[in-house]
């Protein structure tokens, strides 16, 4: 991690995101680099992956793992999603699950994809989580931190609070973690590193 990266809390990071967007950006344009700059490094860290499993929430955080999803399977992966909230709600991550080619495997979470994949990326709350973690979560996030796969975040582990730093109970245990555009309050704090493992702040051009 770079010890000398910006921290921004929700409020900030939100307001950097509409600041570009009012100089000429897109909402849609900072979740393609998003996307686009994880993917990217990812491909680099796991050349020797080939079956990638994407955990996607309902919102953005769920449309910037979609855009790794496509970006993934065109680079020649093997694909799986899974939309761990029942569907999508934000028009962006709509329009990339749309957008996914043919070669992506869209279903439920089973055993078998907790067995059968390489790496796997968290793709469900980011910084929007506040609260405590669904059953349902508890269960496959539980059961993925004793699988030897390469466990990646995107922003930080879903069910930690991005500026409080309150860890749920069985919170995705990651080891890498990009944050977008800057560190998050929580990602300074011991307890949340050892959630996240290598933490890499990406840049997203703002």
């Not at 749309?98 to 790496?119: E, G, I, K, M, R």
Request: charged share 15%.
């Amino acid at each position: 991690m770079n010890q000398s990266a910006t921290v921004l809390t929700i409020n900030q990071t939100h307001a950097a995101e509409q600041a570009a967007v009012d100089a000429g950006s897109s909402f849609w344009q900072l979740m393609e680099t998003a996307g686009t700059a994880a993917a990217q490094d990812l491909l680099k860290r796991s050349v020797n992956s080939q079956r990638y499993w994407i955990l996607c929430g309902k919102g953005n955080n769920g449309g910037d793992g979609l855009v790794m999803a496509r970006l993934l399977a065109q680079a020649g992966k093997h694909v799986t999603v899974s939309l761990m909230q029942g569907g999508v709600s934000s028009d962006l991550a709509s329009q990339n699950l749309a957008a996914l080619p043919d070669n992506v495997v869209v279903q439920a979470p089973t055993v078998a994809l907790l067995l059968n994949h390489d790496c796997v990326v968290d793709a469900v709350f980011g910084i929007s989580f506040d609260g405590e973690l669904s059953a349902d979560l508890q269960t496959v996030f539980h059961a993925l931190a004793s699988r030897p796969c390469l466990r990646v975040a995107l922003d930080i582990p879903s069910g930690i609070h991005a500026d409080n730093g309150h860890i749920a109970a069985h919170s995705f245990q990651a080891n890498v973690c990009y944050a977008f555009h800057s560190l998050k309050p929580a990602h300074v704090m011991p307890d949340v590193q050892a959630h996240c493992g290598d933490i890499k702040v990406l840049d997203l051009g703002m």
